[in-house]
């Protein structure tokens, strides 16, 4: 039997949009942060600093063993990739910062894809535009009435359009009391009947979007997330409610 979906009460919207302001916040702490010679631990420990200063508990720390407070991917890491001490960034460098927070009993979760220095060539600049176009267009679908499908068609009819791929192993989901609730947004058209958009449905909406092939693995560290042929990869992630007026994104300042 499937889980049901849960619809958010005016109460819990309003402690997602505490807990997601949060996220944004720190986000947009980590953006500025994000230059060459930093490292990923020093991003990780600003990130903590900054949910427990607004009263909130880093999400992802110690969540089924994840040992830090963000995921932290460099150019053909995907996701999941965890903070390190030796790690610095270097200009040119994609960086893929994911962030999530509990606050009062409800989370919150988004990611960017940052390019360290400004500049990282042309492939690497086109491909941060289409990902961040697709999760665009992706919240554009977050109507009453349309489905799942149509998000993930969204995402995948623009980012193939670009000359890219998306990532089928690790999809979005829903998201509210729990970090990942019913039901699963993938970024790829499936071919079975996916539920149908509600009001008062949160879901976080995260385009992982290859510069080549959609196959991915998993590093030996049993976490960290790379493009199989050693591509570089982009990621971006808001959480979204579907309202009767339209989508509200609830992860964006």
């Known amino acids: 039997m499937k889980e049901a979906i849960v619809l958010k009460s005016r109460r819990e919207v309003g402690l997602m949009r505490d807990a997601n302001r949060i996220v944004a916040e720190t986000l947009a702490i980590l953006k500025d942060m994000a230059v060459a010679g930093v490292t990923t631990e020093e991003l990780d420990r600003a990130a903590e600093r900054n949910a427990e200063k607004n009263g909130a508990r880093p999400a992802f720390k110690g969540y089924r063993g994840f040992p830090a407070s963000i995921c932290v991917s460099i150019n053909e890491q995907?996701?999941?990739?965890?903070?390190?001490?030796?790690?610095?960034l270097k200009d040119g460098d994609l960086v893929s910062l994911d962030f999530g927070v509990e606050y009062k009993g409800y989370f919150g979760d988004a990611a960017i894809t940052v390019v360290v220095g400004g500049r990282a060539g042309d492939e690497k600049e086109r491909l941060v535009a289409a990902t961040r176009e697709s999760l665009e267009r992706a919240i554009a679908a977050c109507v009453v009435g349309n489905r799942v499908n149509d998000i993930s068609a969204a995402v995948q009819d623009h980012a193939e359009a670009c000359g890219f791929s998306v990532v089928r192993q690790f999809v979005g989901?829903?998201?509210?009391?729990?970090?990942?609730?019913?039901?699963?947004?993938?970024?790829?058209?499936?071919?079975e009947r996916t539920p149908k958009l509600m009001a008062g449905m949160t879901l976080a909406i995260e385009p992982m979007v290859n510069a080549g092939a959609f196959e991915v693995k998993v590093l030996r560290d049993g976490?960290?997330?790379?493009?199989?042929?050693?591509?570089p990869s982009a990621h971006f992630e808001h959480t979204v409610l579907v309202t009767d007026g339209g989508p509200e994104v609830l992860s964006r300042l």
């Open 173 to 191: 989901h829903g998201i509210g009391a729990r970090l990942h609730e019913p039901p699963e947004v993938p970024n790829y058209r499936r071919a």
């Open 78 to 88: 995907v996701v999941h990739g965890i903070p390190n001490r030796r790690v610095r």
């Open 223 to 231: 976490w960290t997330v790379v493009t199989a042929d050693g591509r």
